[in-house]
């Protein structure tokens, strides 16, 4: 997908729409609720946006240079 | 309890060597990738861990990504789960020969620098219908990237954009025209200096999985 974290973090959106939204199912067990889905959207968002945020004010080195 | 990752074709090239160790399920000329189940909470870690096994798999198969999160009691639970919608996820896999996923985003560019910047020289009714037009010419805009992007590929489907976004799809693109839809891409944001357009990927095709 991409090589630095900045990049993964820009699409990580992109992934959880694509894990939680897609995929072919199969009948059996998801583990994530509807709710639960709900909640870790609200979770990653809330990590993206303070990365972000935080990225913005040079609170954070950037993410890349983590590496 | 196990966990699937994928349907594929079966046989196929071996598995790609990765911990937990994969399992294959054998279907009737499709198989079902597995692991055993771990207990993880979901996080951005566990999402990515996920997803490198998805693509390791990916890059030399053919695949259908199973929704995040699958589990099954056993292995004869994943085959009888499988096997009822066989001949279903078989066609559904020949859609997606030979094609990855790509996502494409559009917001505009500098939020509201489109927007008149002095509304005490005009009526507030003036201001927004100026506002509102302004918003129409980003949409148009983003619709105008619809129509190349999607001559480029084999299949696409709309999303619903988030706000700020304008606009957002996702296309089923050759594996060898990956580069040649980035280029297209690139071209595109050159062209609109209005918009902001994020594309990603090669994804597994994750939004054309489903028959």
């Known amino acids: ?67 | 309890m196990i966990e699937l990752y994928a349907i594929t074709d079966n046989p196929g090239p071996p598995l790609p060597d990765v911990a937990p160790p994969l399992e294959l399920v054998p279907i009737d000329g499709l198989a079902a990738v597995c692991t055993p189940a771990a207990d993880a909470e979901v996080s951005a870690a566990t999402l990515w861990r996920y997803e490198e096994v998805v693509e390791a798999l990916m890059a030399d198969r053919d695949l259908l990504p199973v929704r995040y999160g699958t589990r099954l009691d056993d292995e004869r639970a994943v085959a009888r789960a499988v096997n009822e919608r066989r001949d279903e996820l078989a066609a559904a896999l020949d859609r997606v020969r030979g094609a990855v996923e790509l996502s494409v985003r559009v917001a505009a560019a500098g939020t509201e620098q489109a927007s008149p910047a002095a509304p005490h020289t005009s009526s507030g009714a003036e201001y927004l219908r100026l506002r509102s037009r302004a918003k129409a010419s980003r949409d148009r805009a983003a619709r105008a990237l619809h129509e190349p992007l999607s001559a480029l590929a084999r299949a696409s489907v709309e999303g619903r954009p988030r706000p700020p976004e304008l606009f957002r799809a996702t296309y089923l693109v050759e594996r060898d025209a990956v580069e040649s839809f980035a280029e297209e891409v690139a071209g595109l944001q050159e062209a609109n200096a209005g918009l902001g357009i994020l594309c990603t990927g090669p994804w597994p095709p994750y939004s054309f999985a489903e028959p």
Not at chain 1, 18 to 23: A, D, H, Y
Not at chain 1, 34 to 59: C, F, H, M, P, W
């Open chain 1, 1 to 67: 997908m991409s090589t630095t974290i900045a990049e993964r973090e820009v699409a990580l959106v992109d992934l959880v729409d694509r894990l939680l939204g897609g995929g072919v199912v199969i009948a059996g067990d998801i583990t994530l609720a509807v709710a639960d889905v709900d909640l870790v959207y609200v979770q990653l968002r809330a990590l993206i946006s303070s990365v972000a945020t935080a990225e913005e004010k040079g609170v954070l080195p950037r993410m890349g240079d983590a590496l």
